[in-house]
């Protein structure tokens, strides 16, 4: 049975191409239509609006921007929710807030219809790769029925149980997690370096020691160099991301001091006009209140 | 010929055993002296006074808590500073604050005395079983005199240059950015839990996707569970480090808010009395300000 | 001409009843009509809906509990938009996203109608004693015609040019200026008791020297004693306005550290069930992290 | 009798010259003599060392820098500490470290002679104009003593005790509370520019409302113009009273997390070379980080 895909930015072209690659028939989705005409050369059926993309009790994947692009897609006058019906299942693989999570599984549930969070880590080159990780949480019946497409998607699936919600703040705690990492490496670097220890000497003892992941590697490589071109993840998406977590925190009365202070890092770089730099461009701004002038990454 | 092992703490034991084990000669000296009974009896001469332990152009090793207990074994009345005269090493490898370091490293070139910083990554477990990392700065022919005794306590030594106050920046650097993980787990483990989220399923999917390093595998389960006792570093010992941490920032002008923001939770901590309690039981406080109430550990 | 004023809380009412007392003909509306009661006992019209309480043409004052209880009375089925009409105001006097603010002198000024943001700064038994300061921004004439109005309510009004959302920031400011002080006062009696200065002490001297405002002098009693009960401005909308203040301060990308941290305390306090006490109480959170045991508030 | 009066720097001398012109006879000493000849035209004894201005059970001032500087005067081989002997009293007038104070309360105590710490609030001119205030606490007797002369310094003196430490904690606390009503003025300012609210106006409103106290208009009006030069109180000072704020904080346990940000914006400040502005400017950096060139004030 066809699998509505929409959304094929960066992440989600390549997730889609996997499923073509898998033997999926997809039906595709995207605002501008010509970023589908590769997956459409390679056999996906092109749609009009999101809900052609939909049979009724069918599949539909979405992978977009933001809530709102998602609220558009599922609940506005050409949105999914309507088509799929009972028995369909919504995919939901974009990072969004908890609240609107909970929102879609009401208004799915209500219609008879089920819906999945499924959202992932790793960036497009994990996507291409099949190197994601995919969480997924949502009803017992339609994760197993999805599993198939998650899996031509990623590395490794994690099922998460009944409540959506669990699998959105669950990727929500690991982004804040790595913004939290970028922090901590970007201090302690400016602290070496107005000690006159190289930056890269810091990270590279550091990861040889006691911080041998590869996220340390990479991200401190990147730091280390201050080269933010071009964005891996964009600094916007890691403001977007901050807002989230706070959001989600809010919601649940959660203090998160650390996670206050990446917002203000990702708030004045983007006043500084860095929102298209990569995420990790944050730490300019530690460099900065150290009186070191870092430029602005290349 | 002979080394003086100054310091027989928890992690100064395991690591003159190393020494002994690997054939080197050891006079030992701890303050209070039965701590050194066991190294006595494989063949250690005890000193009856830190000077003692030393002989003049010898090495001298200093594994003692603080910046004080440092100062007191170099440069008190019965320190080694004097003794060691010209051509002498004292390699110093306790963490300690840069000012002391670079303080140290003046007053041995004054006399001839070479001063190397050497401060290690790993806990007592680690130093048991030689794992240890070694970072060690200080003159060229001084630190290549003592690396086969370095290279005897650990599994990797990594040359710093010439600079011994660079060392003591990394090591700090590394115990910092330590914190700063676990802030970040506890923050989103928060999170999860109070949106019912169980603290072990959202450190189990990110230890086996972004964060897969022993370091996040280990700490995340400590603060998953709750389980700071017994100490395998004390969160009084984290309070010091922190304090060093901002000390060597507040030198060079670096703001540090990850590190300051470190410090208060240990600061409440301590005044919560749990300073004998893991260093990971910063935790709590994450919970307690989100309304959670998690006792103080197991 | 009859105002209409919708909203009659702790702070309405008493704002109503000084509209009356000045000789003004009201209709009035409140979610629960027996709030009105006294009122209508003094002269007041009643009315069914929220649009039934204002002509078109006329002036309707808002002064209720937030963004989604003023987005009720204007733009839902029974709201005033559509009823004001051209050439009627409508005077926004709650504390409310600048957000809103902005869409709503949209929307008015797309019917003809004008929409003027007069928030004010003061407690209910400032409202009572006709002691408010009122901030006024909206098109000129709009301001010029509600004046009266205004100044029967408060001892002073703010003209603030002709950008409606000027005023609700200025607003914002103020209250987040007050948080600010309030957790100022709260660490440095902290500071003290610890010291073993009583906290009350620390509070005389500062308010008879540096510190003599009126607001340092009643906020620090309070917070001196930890007297939190009744409350006069419940910590729940201290929550709410910090939360204003931040999303205020995202749409503008500045990053506000010190509100961010207010934020975290507010969220602290409701969490551990304290959101009906005075938002004073923040203070309690800043003796907790200290080892103290303030208990609740009296 | 004659005083002795250490320490003759922008504070010192005018209160210096406002016990001459009280009446009361004194001996001086500065660091560099030229400083106190405007003094010695006035009739005060120069003396050739600190010890040298003071007479065994007599009264000896100090108003110097900091702690090195009080340590210096007293305990150095020319200090007035074995000078005093029993009976003598030291009234230490300068911004310490509490830890300090109470060293020097222990090592007069030991000696028979008196320790006062007798801190003031006041810049310069309000040293001049007589407007101090003046902070006081010591053995009883001693205070008795020397209120005379602290009444000749200042409009109001502040009996605080028998515990030296008190009055500086006291002091601190209000340092600490000046910074941050200058980082909320800042942050609520800027907020406000960005929303297109010139930064005068948010603090006419403000300043003519909820805060009308003296120090709001005038620290206000500096941050809204950014006009940090001459300096009234430098920033490098403001970093030095928030080390000692978070030095006292972190001797008792007490996490003060507006205190770190405070040190954070002034360590910022002077790694970005503006140390010797006036302290206000840390506002610099809360514009800069939003997005804002506000230059380096003028």
Redesign the interface.
Known sequence: MEIGFIGLGSMGYPMAENLLKAGHALAIWNRSREKGEGLASQGARQAGRPADAVSADGVAITMVADDAALESVVLGPDGILEKLGPGGVHVSMSTIS?ALSARLAELHRARGSHYVAAPV?GRPDAAAAKML?V?CAGPAAACERVRPALEAMGQ?V?P?GE?P??AN??K???N???M??I???A??????E????PRE??ME??T??????P??VNYGKQIAAHAYRPARFKLSLGLKDA?L?LG???R??????????M???Y??A????RADLDWTAAAL?VA????LDPGDGH
Chains 1, 2, 3, 4 share one sequence.
Not at 194 to 197: A, L, W
Not at 208 to 213: E, G, K, L, R, V
Not at 270 to 273: I, Q, S
């Open positions: 908890p880590f990780f969480l490794k994690f998460l409540e919600v669990h703040i669950i929500l705690g690991g804040f997690m790595i939290s990492v922090e901590a490496m201090e302690a670097m400016t602290l070496g107005k000690h006159g220890v000497k810091t003892v550091l040889q020691s006691i911080f041998p992941a996220l340390f807002n977590v989600a925190a809010a649940a009365q959660v203090p998160m001091p650390l996670a206050a202070l917002q203000g890092r708030l004045a983007v006043a500084k006009g701004n900065e209140d150290a009186g």
